[in-house]
Protein backbone atom coordinates (compact mmCIF):
# COMPACT_ATOMS: atom_id res chain seq x y z
CA UNK A 1 0.00 0.00 0.00
CA UNK A 2 0.97 3.57 -0.54
CA UNK A 3 1.48 4.56 2.94
CA UNK A 4 0.08 8.16 4.24
CA UNK A 5 2.05 10.99 6.12
CA UNK A 6 2.12 10.53 9.51
CA UNK A 7 2.31 13.19 12.23
CA UNK A 8 2.31 12.21 15.90
CA UNK A 9 5.40 10.38 17.31
CA UNK A 10 5.42 6.99 17.08
CA UNK A 11 4.81 4.70 20.22
CA UNK A 12 8.06 3.09 21.88
CA UNK A 13 9.29 -0.18 19.33
CA UNK A 14 9.14 1.62 16.67
CA UNK A 15 11.99 1.76 14.15
CA UNK A 16 11.62 5.69 14.20
CA UNK A 17 12.80 5.62 18.01
CA UNK A 18 15.88 3.46 17.04
CA UNK A 19 18.91 5.52 16.46
CA UNK A 20 17.41 8.16 16.66
CA UNK A 21 15.62 8.68 13.50
CA UNK A 22 13.66 11.73 12.38
CA UNK A 23 10.42 11.78 11.31
CA UNK A 24 11.56 12.05 7.72
CA UNK A 25 13.62 8.95 8.16
CA UNK A 26 10.93 7.12 9.40
CA UNK A 27 8.13 8.31 8.17
CA UNK A 28 7.48 5.62 5.43
CA UNK A 29 8.54 2.27 7.48
CA UNK A 30 6.04 -0.53 8.96
CA UNK A 31 5.33 -0.45 12.40
CA UNK A 32 6.38 -3.98 13.97
CA UNK A 33 3.49 -5.47 16.30
CA UNK A 34 5.64 -8.62 17.71
CA UNK A 35 7.57 -7.19 20.08
CA UNK A 36 7.05 -6.88 24.23
CA UNK A 37 6.21 -3.14 23.23
CA UNK A 38 3.34 -4.36 21.33
CA UNK A 39 2.25 -6.70 23.83
CA UNK A 40 2.63 -4.40 26.68
CA UNK A 41 0.30 -1.50 24.78
CA UNK A 42 -1.39 -2.66 22.02
CA UNK A 43 -3.94 0.64 22.16
CA UNK A 44 -0.85 2.91 21.77
CA UNK A 45 0.08 1.51 18.61
CA UNK A 46 -3.21 1.57 17.05
CA UNK A 47 -3.92 5.30 17.71
CA UNK A 48 -0.82 5.72 15.85
CA UNK A 49 -1.52 3.99 13.08
CA UNK A 50 -4.94 5.45 13.00
CA UNK A 51 -2.88 8.19 10.92
CA UNK A 52 -2.23 6.11 8.02
CA UNK A 53 -5.98 6.32 7.38
CA UNK A 54 -8.40 3.08 7.84
CA UNK A 55 -5.31 0.91 7.35
CA UNK A 56 -1.51 0.97 7.62
CA UNK A 57 1.30 -0.69 7.18
CA UNK A 58 2.71 -2.68 9.65
CA UNK A 59 5.28 -5.91 9.89
CA UNK A 60 4.59 -9.45 11.88
CA UNK A 61 7.89 -10.66 11.95
CA UNK A 62 11.06 -9.67 10.94
CA UNK A 63 10.56 -9.71 6.86
CA UNK A 64 7.01 -10.32 6.68
CA UNK A 65 4.51 -7.25 5.80
CA UNK A 66 0.99 -6.61 5.84
CA UNK A 67 -1.87 -4.18 5.77
CA UNK A 68 -3.80 -3.46 9.06
CA UNK A 69 -7.05 -2.36 8.72
CA UNK A 70 -8.02 -0.54 11.98
CA UNK A 71 -10.90 1.45 10.98
CA UNK A 72 -14.47 -0.46 11.98
CA UNK A 73 -16.21 0.48 8.58
CA UNK A 74 -13.69 -0.56 6.40
CA UNK A 75 -12.86 -3.64 8.16
CA UNK A 76 -16.37 -4.74 7.51
CA UNK A 77 -16.18 -3.63 4.29
CA UNK A 78 -13.67 -6.08 3.51
CA UNK A 79 -14.96 -8.62 5.74
CA UNK A 80 -18.23 -8.44 3.77
CA UNK A 81 -17.03 -8.57 0.22
CA UNK A 82 -15.33 -11.80 -0.49
CA UNK A 83 -15.80 -10.95 -4.58
CA UNK A 84 -13.20 -8.27 -4.31
CA UNK A 85 -11.13 -9.47 -0.68
CA UNK A 86 -10.60 -13.44 -1.39
CA UNK A 87 -9.19 -15.22 2.00
CA UNK A 88 -7.39 -17.61 -0.35
CA UNK A 89 -3.47 -17.64 0.55
CA UNK A 90 -2.46 -18.81 -2.86
CA UNK A 91 -3.05 -15.42 -4.03
CA UNK A 92 -0.35 -13.80 -1.27
CA UNK A 93 2.22 -12.21 -3.53
CA UNK A 94 5.04 -12.15 -1.16
CA UNK A 95 4.92 -15.52 -0.57
CA UNK A 96 4.41 -16.31 -4.15
CA UNK A 97 7.17 -14.43 -4.83
CA UNK A 98 9.60 -15.82 -2.81
CA UNK A 99 9.73 -12.76 0.17
CA UNK A 100 8.70 -15.12 2.99
CA UNK A 101 11.11 -17.49 3.98
CA UNK A 102 9.77 -20.74 4.70
CA UNK A 103 10.38 -21.13 8.40
CA UNK A 104 9.10 -17.84 9.31
CA UNK A 105 7.13 -18.16 12.50
CA UNK A 106 3.84 -16.34 11.14
CA UNK A 107 3.44 -18.90 8.03
CA UNK A 108 2.08 -21.45 10.14
CA UNK A 109 -0.88 -18.96 10.77
CA UNK A 110 -1.49 -17.52 7.25
CA UNK A 111 -0.06 -20.55 4.60
CA UNK A 112 -3.02 -21.89 2.80
CA UNK A 113 -4.60 -24.86 3.69
CA UNK A 114 -7.72 -26.52 2.30
CA UNK A 115 -10.33 -25.40 5.26
CA UNK A 116 -13.23 -23.02 5.35
CA UNK A 117 -10.86 -20.48 6.33
CA UNK A 118 -9.13 -20.15 2.92
CA UNK A 119 -11.24 -20.98 1.08
CA UNK A 120 -14.00 -18.65 -1.28
CA UNK A 121 -16.91 -19.13 -3.33
CA UNK A 122 -18.90 -22.66 -3.46
CA UNK A 123 -16.03 -24.70 -2.26
CA UNK A 124 -16.06 -22.06 1.04
CA UNK A 125 -20.11 -22.80 0.98
CA UNK A 126 -19.63 -26.37 1.04
CA UNK A 127 -17.10 -26.83 3.45
CA UNK A 128 -18.69 -24.34 5.92
CA UNK A 129 -22.13 -25.34 5.94
CA UNK A 130 -20.66 -29.37 6.86
CA UNK A 131 -18.92 -27.58 10.02
CA UNK A 132 -22.21 -24.84 10.92
CA UNK A 133 -24.78 -28.04 10.53
CA UNK A 134 -22.79 -30.14 12.71
CA UNK A 135 -21.84 -27.51 15.32
CA UNK A 136 -25.66 -27.20 15.48
CA UNK A 137 -26.20 -30.73 16.57
CA UNK A 138 -24.45 -30.13 20.08
CA UNK A 139 -26.64 -30.32 22.92
CA UNK A 140 -25.89 -27.27 24.76
CA UNK A 141 -27.16 -28.54 28.24
CA UNK A 142 -25.14 -31.36 27.60
CA UNK A 143 -21.97 -29.15 26.96
CA UNK A 144 -22.72 -27.00 29.94
CA UNK A 145 -22.78 -30.10 31.98
CA UNK A 146 -19.61 -30.99 30.44
CA UNK A 147 -17.87 -28.19 31.07
CA UNK A 148 -19.11 -28.04 34.68
CA UNK A 149 -17.16 -31.75 35.10
CA UNK A 150 -14.04 -30.95 33.72
CA UNK A 151 -13.91 -27.66 36.05
CA UNK A 152 -14.43 -29.50 38.87
CA UNK A 153 -12.04 -32.14 37.80
CA UNK A 154 -9.30 -29.39 37.41
CA UNK A 155 -10.11 -27.46 40.29
CA UNK A 156 -9.88 -30.52 42.28
CA UNK A 157 -6.00 -30.97 41.11
CA UNK A 158 -5.21 -27.54 42.90
CA UNK A 159 -7.93 -26.27 45.27
CA UNK A 160 -5.70 -28.03 48.30
CA UNK A 161 -2.77 -25.70 47.73
CA UNK A 162 -4.71 -22.33 47.77
CA UNK A 163 -2.72 -21.21 44.88
CA UNK A 164 -2.66 -21.57 41.08
CA UNK A 165 -1.74 -20.12 37.54
CA UNK A 166 -5.28 -19.68 36.02
CA UNK A 167 -3.87 -19.70 32.36
CA UNK A 168 -1.77 -22.27 32.48
CA UNK A 169 -3.98 -25.06 35.20
CA UNK A 170 -7.34 -24.16 34.00
CA UNK A 171 -8.09 -21.67 31.16
CA UNK A 172 -5.37 -23.49 28.92
CA UNK A 173 -6.37 -27.24 30.06
CA UNK A 174 -10.51 -26.56 29.74
CA UNK A 175 -10.64 -25.89 26.11
CA UNK A 176 -8.81 -29.21 25.22
CA UNK A 177 -10.81 -31.43 27.83
CA UNK A 178 -13.93 -30.26 26.18
CA UNK A 179 -12.58 -30.66 22.18
CA UNK A 180 -12.15 -34.38 23.62
CA UNK A 181 -15.93 -34.89 24.37
CA UNK A 182 -16.58 -33.04 21.41
CA UNK A 183 -14.79 -35.23 19.22
CA UNK A 184 -15.64 -38.49 21.07
CA UNK A 185 -12.37 -39.10 21.72
CA UNK A 186 -10.81 -42.86 23.02
CA UNK A 187 -8.42 -42.42 25.65
CA UNK A 188 -5.87 -43.35 24.33
CA UNK A 189 -6.41 -40.92 21.30
CA UNK A 190 -7.51 -38.13 23.40
CA UNK A 191 -4.15 -38.22 25.07
CA UNK A 192 -2.65 -38.30 21.58
CA UNK A 193 -4.49 -35.23 20.46
CA UNK A 194 -3.95 -32.91 23.57
CA UNK A 195 -0.40 -33.60 23.69
CA UNK A 196 -0.14 -32.66 19.88
CA UNK A 197 -2.45 -29.39 19.95
CA UNK A 198 -0.54 -28.51 23.74
CA UNK A 199 3.36 -28.62 21.16
CA UNK A 200 1.75 -26.48 18.26
CA UNK A 201 0.40 -23.99 20.03
CA UNK A 202 3.37 -23.71 22.68
CA UNK A 203 6.33 -24.38 20.05
CA UNK A 204 9.83 -25.50 21.49
CA UNK A 205 11.74 -28.38 20.03
CA UNK A 206 9.04 -30.79 19.71
CA UNK A 207 6.94 -29.41 17.99
CA UNK A 208 7.30 -30.86 14.77
CA UNK A 209 6.80 -34.38 16.61
CA UNK A 210 3.79 -32.86 17.90
CA UNK A 211 2.63 -31.88 14.58
CA UNK A 212 3.07 -35.33 13.20
CA UNK A 213 1.15 -36.80 16.40
CA UNK A 214 -1.83 -34.69 15.76
CA UNK A 215 -1.81 -35.86 11.72
CA UNK A 216 -1.78 -39.38 13.25
CA UNK A 217 -4.56 -38.85 15.51
CA UNK A 218 -7.07 -37.75 13.61
CA UNK A 219 -6.39 -40.18 10.80
CA UNK A 220 -6.83 -42.73 13.86
CA UNK A 221 -9.82 -40.51 14.92
CA UNK A 222 -11.56 -40.63 11.43
CA UNK A 223 -10.91 -44.16 10.83
CA UNK A 224 -12.11 -45.27 14.29
CA UNK A 225 -15.59 -42.97 13.67
CA UNK A 226 -15.69 -44.22 10.10
CA UNK A 227 -16.10 -47.91 11.03
CA UNK A 228 -17.86 -47.15 14.74
CA UNK A 229 -19.70 -43.50 14.35
CA UNK A 230 -21.51 -41.85 17.91
CA UNK A 231 -22.57 -38.56 18.66
CA UNK A 232 -19.84 -36.62 18.23
CA UNK A 233 -18.57 -33.34 15.97
CA UNK A 234 -16.60 -35.66 13.64
CA UNK A 235 -19.13 -38.34 12.99
CA UNK A 236 -21.41 -35.34 12.49
CA UNK A 237 -18.52 -34.24 9.96
CA UNK A 238 -18.85 -37.74 8.21
CA UNK A 239 -22.43 -38.04 7.95
CA UNK A 240 -22.96 -34.70 6.40
CA UNK A 241 -24.14 -34.16 2.70
CA UNK A 242 -20.90 -32.07 1.56
CA UNK A 243 -19.61 -35.96 1.62
CA UNK A 244 -15.56 -34.81 2.95
CA UNK A 245 -13.43 -36.83 2.37
CA UNK A 246 -10.43 -38.14 5.07
CA UNK A 247 -8.34 -35.68 3.69
CA UNK A 248 -11.38 -32.90 3.98
CA UNK A 249 -12.06 -33.85 7.27
CA UNK A 250 -8.30 -33.59 8.86
CA UNK A 251 -8.01 -29.86 7.46
CA UNK A 252 -11.79 -29.30 9.18
CA UNK A 253 -10.29 -30.46 12.24
CA UNK A 254 -7.29 -29.02 12.78
CA UNK A 255 -9.22 -25.46 11.59
CA UNK A 256 -11.51 -26.45 14.40
CA UNK A 257 -8.90 -27.12 17.10
CA UNK A 258 -6.78 -24.31 16.13
CA UNK A 259 -9.94 -21.52 16.56
CA UNK A 260 -11.13 -23.45 19.30
CA UNK A 261 -7.96 -23.70 21.78
CA UNK A 262 -6.13 -21.03 21.69
CA UNK A 263 -9.02 -18.28 21.31
CA UNK A 264 -11.14 -19.77 23.91
CA UNK A 265 -7.86 -20.07 26.04
CA UNK A 266 -7.19 -16.21 26.09
CA UNK A 267 -11.29 -15.93 26.32
CA UNK A 268 -11.56 -17.38 29.71
CA UNK A 269 -8.36 -16.59 30.75
CA UNK A 270 -8.79 -12.71 30.19
CA UNK A 271 -12.22 -12.61 31.33
CA UNK A 272 -10.73 -13.99 34.69
CA UNK A 273 -8.38 -11.43 34.68
CA UNK A 274 -11.37 -8.58 34.47
CA UNK A 275 -13.48 -9.85 36.63
CA UNK A 276 -10.52 -10.20 39.41
CA UNK A 277 -9.22 -6.30 38.88
CA UNK A 278 -11.84 -4.68 38.30
CA UNK A 279 -14.48 -3.35 40.69
CA UNK A 280 -17.15 -3.30 38.56
CA UNK A 281 -17.24 -7.04 37.77
CA UNK A 282 -15.68 -8.44 41.05
CA UNK A 283 -17.96 -6.85 43.78
CA UNK A 284 -20.97 -8.84 44.89
CA UNK A 285 -21.82 -12.27 44.54
CA UNK A 286 -19.37 -14.25 41.86
CA UNK A 287 -21.08 -16.68 39.59
CA UNK A 288 -24.09 -14.61 38.38
CA UNK A 289 -24.64 -15.55 34.60
CA UNK A 290 -25.36 -12.02 33.74
CA UNK A 291 -21.79 -11.03 35.26
CA UNK A 292 -19.55 -13.01 33.79
CA UNK A 293 -21.50 -12.43 30.40
CA UNK A 294 -20.63 -8.84 30.96
CA UNK A 295 -17.69 -8.98 31.68
CA UNK A 296 -17.20 -11.25 28.66
CA UNK A 297 -19.13 -8.83 26.58
CA UNK A 298 -15.92 -5.68 27.57
CA UNK A 299 -13.19 -8.23 26.95
CA UNK A 300 -14.05 -9.35 23.13
CA UNK A 301 -14.64 -5.42 23.15
CA UNK A 302 -11.47 -4.53 24.52
CA UNK A 303 -9.41 -7.37 24.62
CA UNK A 304 -10.85 -9.81 21.81
CA UNK A 305 -8.89 -13.12 21.99
CA UNK A 306 -7.61 -12.79 18.45
CA UNK A 307 -6.43 -9.35 18.17
CA UNK A 308 -5.52 -8.79 14.60
CA UNK A 309 -6.26 -11.51 11.97
CA UNK A 310 -8.62 -12.16 8.81
CA UNK A 311 -6.36 -12.57 6.10
CA UNK A 312 -7.76 -11.22 2.90
CA UNK A 313 -6.28 -10.64 -0.72
CA UNK A 314 -7.28 -8.11 -3.05
CA UNK A 315 -8.67 -9.37 -5.98
CA UNK A 316 -7.67 -6.30 -7.95
CA UNK A 317 -5.81 -3.19 -7.60
CA UNK A 318 -8.82 -1.30 -5.35
CA UNK A 319 -8.65 1.88 -3.18
CA UNK A 320 -9.95 0.66 0.46
CA UNK A 321 -11.94 4.10 1.66
CA UNK A 322 -8.92 6.28 0.58
CA UNK A 323 -5.70 3.78 0.89
CA UNK A 324 -4.57 2.06 -2.43
CA UNK A 325 -3.69 -1.50 -2.07
CA UNK A 326 -2.40 -3.94 -4.32
CA UNK A 327 -3.56 -7.08 -5.73
CA UNK A 328 -2.54 -10.17 -3.90
CA UNK A 329 -1.25 -7.88 -0.73
CA UNK A 330 -1.79 -9.19 2.80
CA UNK A 331 -4.52 -7.40 4.34
CA UNK A 332 -5.52 -8.16 8.40
CA UNK A 333 -8.49 -6.84 10.09
CA UNK A 334 -7.95 -5.47 13.92
CA UNK A 335 -10.80 -6.41 15.70
CA UNK A 336 -9.11 -4.61 18.39
CA UNK A 337 -8.72 -1.31 16.56
CA UNK A 338 -11.94 -1.52 15.05
CA UNK A 339 -13.53 -2.70 18.32
CA UNK A 340 -12.10 1.35 19.65
CA UNK A 341 -12.36 3.46 16.68
CA UNK A 342 -12.97 6.86 17.60
CA UNK A 343 -15.22 7.25 14.83
CA UNK A 344 -18.13 4.73 16.40
CA UNK A 345 -19.28 6.88 19.47
CA UNK A 346 -20.54 4.80 21.94
CA UNK A 347 -21.13 1.83 20.58
CA UNK A 348 -21.99 -0.32 23.32
CA UNK A 349 -24.77 1.73 23.96
CA UNK A 350 -26.19 3.13 20.26
CA UNK A 351 -25.36 -0.22 19.05
CA UNK A 352 -26.20 -3.82 20.15
CA UNK A 353 -23.83 -4.95 22.88
CA UNK A 354 -22.39 -7.44 20.82
CA UNK A 355 -22.00 -5.08 17.57
CA UNK A 356 -17.60 -6.02 18.31
CA UNK A 357 -15.88 -7.76 15.50
CA UNK A 358 -14.58 -10.29 18.15
CA UNK A 359 -15.96 -12.99 16.15
CA UNK A 360 -15.67 -11.65 12.79
CA UNK A 361 -17.91 -11.19 10.37
CA UNK A 362 -19.50 -11.46 6.68
CA UNK A 363 -19.56 -15.13 4.95
CA UNK A 364 -16.38 -16.41 7.51
CA UNK A 365 -17.88 -15.10 10.82
CA UNK A 366 -16.63 -17.29 13.60
CA UNK A 367 -19.59 -20.78 13.04
CA UNK A 368 -18.65 -21.83 16.84
CA UNK A 369 -19.66 -18.46 18.92
CA UNK A 370 -22.30 -19.82 20.84
CA UNK A 371 -21.01 -22.84 22.10
CA UNK A 372 -17.83 -20.69 22.49
CA UNK A 373 -19.22 -18.04 24.80
CA UNK A 374 -21.54 -21.28 26.18
CA UNK A 375 -18.31 -22.95 27.27
CA UNK A 376 -16.09 -19.33 28.07
CA UNK A 377 -19.50 -18.41 31.06
CA UNK A 378 -19.85 -21.80 32.27
CA UNK A 379 -16.04 -22.04 33.01
CA UNK A 380 -15.49 -18.93 34.73
CA UNK A 381 -19.01 -19.41 36.55
CA UNK A 382 -18.16 -22.66 37.95
CA UNK A 383 -14.67 -21.85 38.98
CA UNK A 384 -15.80 -18.49 40.90
CA UNK A 385 -18.72 -20.41 42.51
CA UNK A 386 -16.02 -23.79 43.98
CA UNK A 387 -13.61 -21.20 44.89
CA UNK A 388 -15.58 -17.37 45.41
CA UNK A 389 -12.55 -15.91 47.77
CA UNK A 390 -10.79 -15.94 44.91
CA UNK A 391 -8.34 -13.42 43.84
CA UNK A 392 -5.48 -12.29 41.90
CA UNK A 393 -2.22 -12.61 43.73
CA UNK A 394 0.11 -10.11 42.26
CA UNK A 395 -0.76 -6.43 41.38
CA UNK A 396 -2.77 -5.95 37.77
CA UNK A 397 0.62 -3.84 36.56
CA UNK A 398 2.48 -7.15 37.08
CA UNK A 399 0.74 -8.95 34.29
CA UNK A 400 2.54 -9.61 31.08
CA UNK A 401 1.00 -9.86 28.06
CA UNK A 402 2.65 -12.59 24.86
CA UNK A 403 4.53 -11.31 22.23
CA UNK A 404 2.86 -11.52 19.21
CA UNK A 405 1.03 -9.98 16.61
CA UNK A 406 -1.75 -12.03 15.89
CA UNK A 407 -3.52 -13.19 19.71
CA UNK A 408 -4.18 -11.35 22.69
CA UNK A 409 -3.09 -13.19 26.26
CA UNK A 410 -1.35 -13.38 29.46
CA UNK A 411 1.51 -15.52 30.02
CA UNK A 412 0.33 -16.35 33.34
CA UNK A 413 -2.60 -15.27 35.77
CA UNK A 414 -1.62 -15.96 39.18
CA UNK A 415 -4.08 -16.49 41.92
CA UNK A 416 -4.83 -17.49 45.50
CA UNK A 417 -7.89 -18.70 47.63
CA UNK A 418 -8.19 -20.24 50.85
CA UNK A 419 -7.38 -23.78 50.06
CA UNK A 420 -9.95 -26.41 50.37
CA UNK A 421 -11.33 -30.14 50.04
CA UNK A 422 -10.88 -31.80 46.57
CA UNK A 423 -14.76 -32.10 45.11
CA UNK A 424 -15.50 -35.56 43.69
CA UNK A 425 -17.58 -36.44 40.98
CA UNK A 426 -20.79 -37.55 41.18
CA UNK A 427 -22.00 -41.09 40.03
CA UNK A 428 -21.72 -41.07 36.44
CA UNK A 429 -24.71 -42.63 34.23
CA UNK A 430 -22.96 -42.51 31.09
CA UNK A 431 -19.54 -41.61 30.42
CA UNK A 432 -18.18 -37.88 29.98
CA UNK A 433 -20.79 -36.72 27.68
CA UNK A 434 -21.72 -36.09 23.75
CA UNK A 435 -18.94 -38.46 22.12
CA UNK A 436 -18.10 -40.58 25.71
CA UNK A 437 -14.52 -40.67 26.35
CA UNK A 438 -12.79 -37.00 28.22
CA UNK A 439 -7.93 -35.06 30.40
CA UNK A 440 -6.25 -33.43 33.54
CA UNK A 441 -3.37 -30.54 34.29
CA UNK A 442 -0.61 -33.10 34.01
CA UNK A 443 2.77 -31.92 32.54
CA UNK A 444 2.56 -32.21 28.53
CA UNK A 445 4.35 -35.43 28.40
CA UNK A 446 4.18 -37.74 25.31
CA UNK A 447 1.20 -40.06 25.68
CA UNK A 448 0.52 -43.14 27.73
CA UNK A 449 -0.71 -44.25 30.98
CA UNK A 450 -2.19 -41.62 33.46
CA UNK A 451 -1.78 -38.91 30.90
CA UNK A 452 -4.10 -36.28 30.57
CA UNK A 453 -7.71 -37.44 29.06
CA UNK A 454 -7.36 -40.82 30.56
CA UNK A 455 -6.59 -39.03 33.81
CA UNK A 456 -9.57 -37.53 33.67
CA UNK A 457 -11.97 -40.21 32.70
CA UNK A 458 -10.54 -42.46 35.73
CA UNK A 459 -11.21 -39.38 38.23
CA UNK A 460 -15.01 -39.13 36.42
CA UNK A 461 -15.48 -43.00 36.58
CA UNK A 462 -14.64 -43.73 40.28
Known amino acids: MEPQPRYDSPPPGCPAHQGGATEEQYEYESVP ?48 NPERFSKDARRWADLKEGRIAEDSPVLPMLGYRP ?74 IGDRLIYGTSGIFDGGVDADSANKELSAALQELIAAKRANPGEDVVSWLMEHS ?34 LSDDRYSGGQFGGALLVEDAL ?11 NYAPHYPVQDTDLMGVPVEAGELLLISFAAANSDPALPSARHTLS ?30 L ?28 SL ?25 GSNVPMSKPGKGSVWSSFLAWWRV
Open 384 to 411: LNQLPDIELAVPEESLVWRPGPFQRGLT
Open 297 to 307: DAVLWDAPPMA
Open 115 to 188: NALFTDGAEHMRLRQAITDSLARIDAHRLSRHVERVSTYLVSQFSHRGTVDLLTEYARMLPLLVFNELFGCSPE
Open 33 to 80: LYGEEFAADPQSFYTYLRQFGPAAPVELSPGVEATLVTDYAAALHVLQ
Open 242 to 275: SQLSDEEMIHQLVMLISAGMEPQRNLIANGLQLI
Open 414 to 438: PARFAPVRPTRPQASSGGAGAGSNG
Open 353 to 382: KRAHLAWSAGPHACPAKDPAQLIAVSAIEK
